[in-house]
């Protein structure tokens, strides 16, 4: 029996969302604490595009494989995004090769923060749903 099916959809997609903006922090943490490290290449967690991607799955024409071999095109489900890091190399040839921008940093981290606490409140909010339906609405 799957543990998740009790939960619907919604929870489910929070509960990545929640999983992936931590990731995400651990990234823009390690940014910040890498500011002053000479030759430290920023990193980047996206997932966005591939989590909508995994949204959007169910509607529209769907693209296929041919063989099973064969890359996916874009993740099946939510519970298959993982989402990428992507490095960031100082190009600009002054300076000690770091490409941190602290306050590019500390926007993303605020942003991410936001995200994360709406996400969280919408996830208590189903959950307390769903235990005001098994208590009988007690």
């Known amino acids: 029996m799957d543990m998740m099916q009790p939960f619907d959809q919604n929870m489910r997609l929070l509960g990545k969302v929640l999983d992936l903006r931590a990731k995400k922090a651990e990234v823009i943490a390690a940014n910040i604490a890498n500011a002053e490290t000479p030759g430290y ?3 980047r ?4 595009e591939d989590l909508a ?3 959007g799955a169910g509607q529209g024409l769907a693209l296929s ?4 071999d064969h890359i996916a095109l874009r993740p ?5 995004v993982s989402g990428n890091i992507v490095t960031t190399v100082d190009r600009s040839g002054i300076g000690d090769r770091n490409s941190v921008s602290v306050n590019q ?3 993303d981290l605020s942003e991410n923060q936001l995200l994360y606490e709406t996400a969280a409140q919408l996830l208590k909010k189903k959950m307390g749903q769903l235990s005001y ?3 009988g609405g007690q």
Not at 45 to 48: I, Y
Not at 65 to 68: E, K, L, P, R
């Open 76 to 80: 099946a489900a939510v519970e298959q």
């Open 65 to 68: 494989t041919s063989h099973s």
């Open 41 to 43: 290449s920023a990193s």
């Open 45 to 48: 967690f996206d997932f966005e």
């Open 133 to 135: 339906a098994i208590t």
């Open 105 to 107: 940093e500390m926007l």
């Open 53 to 55: 991607s995994a949204i």
